[in-house]
């Protein structure tokens, strides 16, 4: 049979070394999981469609194929599974023909002339994984799928094979995502097995990154990224260059060999990079790894070409006692830093409640000035006192602690509750500075975008993207690198006590192929977390409608305001007419000032 896809494509069906043994071990009765945790085309797919073909052959049996979506699971099956097949005089007279009336083939199973049958499953929809009996599961790409309510879907997918006890046969395989998710947590359950290659030198070791040298060239911007015409391997005992040809010697030679003693019993674990590919060189590795660091995009390189989970500061705890020592006495609503430019208001609607957060900001510093509560019954009217108070409390007058007016540039509401659509479509068409918002399902496109679809004008939001600026801020902050921020994000001493327990209420996880932020297990409240979302967005949003030098605008502003404020000391009634002409004066940007 031959290869029917990939860079094999068109080759006879040989395994690389490191192939063999866990194809093999699929046969050992001893064996009761195999987990594959490995860099994309290197050994997942072409060991779990060997152990396939071998049972198709030579141990007839019900099995199932999952992954994590419905299209990864065609794709397998017509795209490599059922081809590959074709390609077989031994494999081909096993299945039915697909348009044979007597054999039940369709998108969920697939069955074979002896009466046998191939499930395939989306691992992501775990009511289907209910109703079958098999001995063998072969799992794909396990890092993408989700832990429902219903649990987690390995282990649903494993259950449907325990009435075969010790016969049962589970193989878990997956280019790992991050720490602990689903394959690497399997793995460090597992045994496992690296593989190790012997030098001509006489030592034997496993492959690493470290191990490559190459020098750094600077670009014409400025950045120095990795020279991959400088690429060299280098063995770790005796420094010597290893060429090409001696690297696929070596791996040729090499064993599997398990480096977890505490590993489960018959639970048999792989982890290969690709620097044990045939199929590519160091240099082109090198060249992947200059693009990943030019495009701040590690964690491609380390799932992909490494086979390895990455940790990156979005996945890190945030640690609650430093987040509270952020707190700064010197601010808040009353007494808002001189050099503030401008206000923006988050306000998130719950049934009893509309809770605001108000951020000032100048070129530096984005401050928390307060967090507050507007409580009413039934919030999703707009007869709710809560809106009536909150209307009052955005349209003060913000002072400076010098006395300058601070103009209020936007007011972000949120109107994802669908009970207060209406209400909030109202409540926002009450002053110029409100907006409509929503947070958009998807993690990529514009950080906010106009939609107009609902038939007035409703601001989407891209919160995945500033939920990662937030921990990338909040990070920095608690790092010695705090001064070397863009922009600081600064928190008032009078925010709510549990303040921060809210801000990093959320973390990172798979969820229909992607990474999004969900509440972590336990956490209840995330609202200021949204509010402080809106709020930095609201900032980006209002900045947008200055003109290309939103800051110079609001510096004048601010030397305007400071010169009125002077002169209100002095004689109140001239500041009317004067105010009329600084509006005409200041071009496209006065209204966002004016009240
Ligand atoms: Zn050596």
Same mark, same amino acid.
């Given at each position: 049979m031959?290869?029917?896809?990939g860079?094999?494509?068109?080759?006879?069906?040989l395994?690389?070394?490191?192939?063999k043994?866990?194809?093999?071990?699929?046969?050992?009765?001893? =064996?009761?999981k195999?987990? @594959?945790q490995s860099c $994309?085309q290197?050994?997942? %797919?072409?060991?779990l469609?060997s &152990?396939a073909?071998?049972?198709m052959?030579?141990?007839?049996?019900n099995?199932?194929?999952?992954?994590s979506?419905?299209?990864?699971v065609k794709k397998f099956k017509?795209?490599k599974f059922?081809?590959a097949?074709?390609?077989?005089?031994?494999?081909k007279?096993?299945?039915?023909?697909k348009?044979?009336?007597?054999a039940?083939?369709?998108?969920?199973?697939?069955q074979?002339?002896?009466?046998?049958?191939?499930y395939?499953?989306?691992?992501n929809t775990?009511?289907?994984l209910?109703?079958?009996? =098999?001995?063998?599961?072969? @799992?794909?790409?396990? $890092?993408?799928c989700?832990? %429902?309510?219903e649990?987690n879907p &390995?282990?649903?997918a494993?259950?449907?094979t325990?009435t075969?006890?010790s016969?049962?046969?589970?193989v878990?395989?997956?280019?790992?995502?991050y720490?602990?998710d689903?394959?690497?947590?399997e793995y460090n359950l597992s045994?496992?097995?690296?593989?190790f290659?012997?030098?001509?030198c006489?030592?034997?070791y496993t492959f690493e990154?470290?191990q490559?040298?190459?020098?750094?060239?600077t670009?014409?911007n400025g950045?120095?990224?990795?020279?991959s015409t400088?690429?060299r391997?280098i063995?770790?005992?005796?420094n010597?260059?290893i060429?090409?040809?001696?690297r696929?010697?070596m791996?040729?030679?090499?064993?599997? &060999?398990?480096?977890?003693?505490?590993g489960?019993?018959?639970v048999v674990?792989?982890?290969i990079?690709r620097m044990?590919s045939p199929l590519?060189t160091?240099?082109?590795?090198?060249?992947?790894?200059?693009?990943?660091?030019?495009?701040?995009n590690?964690q491609?390189f380390?799932?992909?070409e490494l086979?390895?989970?990455?940790?990156?500061e979005?996945?890190?705890?945030l640690d609650i006692l430093?987040?509270?020592?952020?707190?700064e006495?010197?601010?808040?609503?009353?007494?808002?830093p001189?050099s503030?430019l401008?206000i923006?208001i988050s306000v998130?609607?719950?049934?009893d409640?509309?809770?605001?957060?108000?951020?000032g900001f100048?070129?530096?510093n984005?401050?928390?000035l307060?967090h507050e509560?507007?409580?009413?019954?039934?919030?999703?009217?707009?007869e709710?006192?809560?809106?009536?108070?909150?209307d009052?409390?955005?349209?003060?007058?913000?002072r400076?602690?010098d006395g300058r007016?601070?103009?209020?540039?936007?007011?972000f509401v949120d109107s994802?509750n669908?009970?207060?659509?209406?209400?909030v479509?109202?409540?926002?068409?009450?002053?110029a500075?409100?907006?409509?918002i929503?947070?958009?399902s998807?993690t990529?496109?514009d950080l906010f975008?106009t939609s107009t679809?609902a038939?007035y004008q409703?601001?989407?939001?891209n919160?995945?993207d500033?939920?990662n600026?937030i921990?990338?801020?909040l990070?920095?902050?608690l790092?010695?690198?705090?001064?070397?921020?863009?922009?600081k994000?600064?928190?008032?001493?009078?925010?709510?006590s549990?303040?921060?327990?809210q801000v990093?209420?959320?973390?990172?996880?798979p969820a229909?192929g992607?990474?999004?932020?969900r509440?972590k297990k336990?956490?209840?409240?995330?609202?200021?977390?949204?509010?402080?979302?809106?709020g930095?967005i609201?900032i980006?949003?209002?900045?947008?409608?200055?003109g290309?030098q939103?800051?110079?605008?609001?510096?004048e502003?601010?030397?305007?305001?400071?010169?009125?404020?002077n002169?209100n000391k002095v004689?109140e009634?001239?500041?009317?007419?004067?105010?009329k002409?600084t509006?005409?004066?200041?071009?496209?940007g006065?209204?966002?000032?004016?009240k």
């Amino acid at each position: 049979m031959k290869f029917v896809d990939g860079p094999n494509m068109g080759l006879d069906w040989l395994p690389f070394s490191f192939q063999k043994e866990p194809m093999d071990i699929a046969q050992d009765r001893s =064996t009761k999981k195999i987990v @594959l945790q490995s860099c $994309s085309q290197l050994l997942k %797919t072409t060991v779990l469609q060997s &152990i396939a073909f071998n049972l198709m052959a030579n141990d007839p049996c019900n099995f199932a194929f999952g992954s994590s979506s419905e299209s990864e699971v065609k794709k397998f099956k017509d795209g490599k599974f059922l081809p590959a097949i074709e390609t077989s005089s031994v494999l081909k007279p096993l299945v039915t023909d697909k348009n044979d009336k007597n054999a039940a083939n369709n998108s969920k199973q697939t069955q074979m002339i002896n009466g046998t049958f191939i499930y395939w499953l989306n691992l992501n929809t775990p009511g289907n994984l209910r109703g079958i009996t =098999t001995r063998v599961v072969l @799992l794909d790409e396990v $890092s993408t799928c989700e832990i %429902t309510d219903e649990g987690n879907p &390995i282990k649903l997918a494993e259950a449907r094979t325990s009435t075969f006890g010790s016969d049962s046969l589970v193989v878990v395989s997956s280019t790992p995502l991050y720490k602990d998710d689903l394959i690497n947590a399997e793995y460090n359950l597992s045994d496992k097995r690296r593989y190790f290659i012997t030098h001509i030198c006489g030592h034997e070791y496993t492959f690493e990154w470290e191990q490559v040298a190459f020098e750094f060239k600077t670009l014409e911007n400025g950045r120095a990224i990795p020279d991959s015409t400088t690429t060299r391997l280098i063995c770790p005992h005796c420094n010597e260059e290893i060429d090409e040809h001696t690297r696929h010697q070596m791996i040729d030679g090499g064993r599997w &060999i398990a480096t977890n003693k505490e590993g489960e019993p018959g639970v048999v674990g792989y982890q290969i990079s690709r620097m044990y590919s045939p199929l590519n060189t160091i240099t082109e590795m090198v060249s992947k790894f200059a693009d990943a660091l030019y495009n701040f995009n590690l964690q491609t390189f380390y799932n992909n070409e490494l086979g390895l989970p990455y940790e990156d500061e979005y996945q890190k705890e945030l640690d609650i006692l430093q987040l509270e020592s952020l707190r700064e006495d010197e601010f808040n609503l009353h007494n808002i830093p001189e050099s503030t430019l401008g206000i923006c208001i988050s306000v998130d609607q719950q049934l009893d409640r509309n809770e605001a957060s108000i951020l000032g900001f100048d070129e530096k510093n984005i401050y928390v000035l307060g967090h507050e509560f507007f409580y009413g019954h039934d919030c999703t009217k707009i007869e709710s006192t809560a809106w009536a108070d909150l209307d009052k409390f955005c349209r003060q007058d913000f002072r400076t602690v010098d006395g300058r007016l601070v103009p209020t540039l936007a007011v972000f509401v949120d109107s994802s509750n669908g009970n207060a659509t209406d209400t909030v479509k109202k409540f926002t068409a009450r002053w110029a500075k409100y907006h409509p918002i929503k947070g958009s399902s998807s993690t990529t496109g514009d950080l906010f975008k106009t939609s107009t679809q609902a038939g007035y004008q409703l601001q989407i939001l891209n919160v995945h993207d500033q939920k990662n600026t937030i921990r990338k801020l909040l990070n920095l902050m608690l790092s010695t690198e705090a001064d070397n921020a863009p922009v600081k994000l600064r928190f008032s001493s009078t925010l709510p006590s549990d303040y921060f327990e809210q801000v990093s209420a959320e973390e990172l996880k798979p969820a229909g192929g992607k990474l999004v932020w969900r509440l972590k297990k336990g956490q209840k409240r995330n609202e200021a977390l949204d509010c402080l979302v809106y709020g930095m967005i609201a900032i980006v949003y209002a900045q947008s409608q200055l003109g290309t030098q939103p800051f110079r605008k609001l510096r004048e502003h601010k030397v305007q305001e400071s010169t009125k404020y002077n002169i209100n000391k002095v004689e109140e009634p001239i500041t009317k007419p004067e105010k009329k002409q600084t509006r005409r004066r200041t071009g496209m940007g006065s209204n966002w000032f004016g009240k």
